[in-house]
């Protein structure tokens, strides 16, 4: 749990923000600044832990400013003070629409 900065391959993503929801779902937001204020771009709610520290992404959700429902999938990797997140989303009424998140980010 805890807040991690970093950085994002292909999108404004500097900060990921993990919050337990129960003994095994975590919540992940990544966040991108804007105007000194972070935001969540993406919000996975229930991130299904694996272990003490991977995390399975399966679930439908939205991406700030786009229209269509995602259908999130990957996992995340918390090494020490470490996170490493790949995952990917695909919009439901449009299987071309395609977006990517990796990031690596430290505590």
Request: aromatic share 10%; hydrophobic share 35%.
């Amino acid at each position: 749990m805890g807040t991690y900065n970093g950085s994002a391959v292909g999108a404004l993503i500097s900060r990921v923000v993990i919050s337990k929801v129960n003994e095994k779902t975590i919540k992940i937001e990544l966040q991108t600044p804007i105007v000194g204020v972070y935001y969540s771009y993406v919000t996975v709610v229930n991130g299904s832990l694996a272990n003490s520290t991977t995390v399975n992404i399966n679930e439908d959700g939205t991406i700030a400013s786009f229209p269509d429902t995602y259908r999130f999938s990957g996992n995340g990797t918390r090494n020490g003070n470490g996170l490493t997140i790949n995952a990917q989303a695909q919009s439901k009424t449009n299987a071309s629409d395609i977006k990517y998140f990796i990031f690596s980010g430290s505590k």
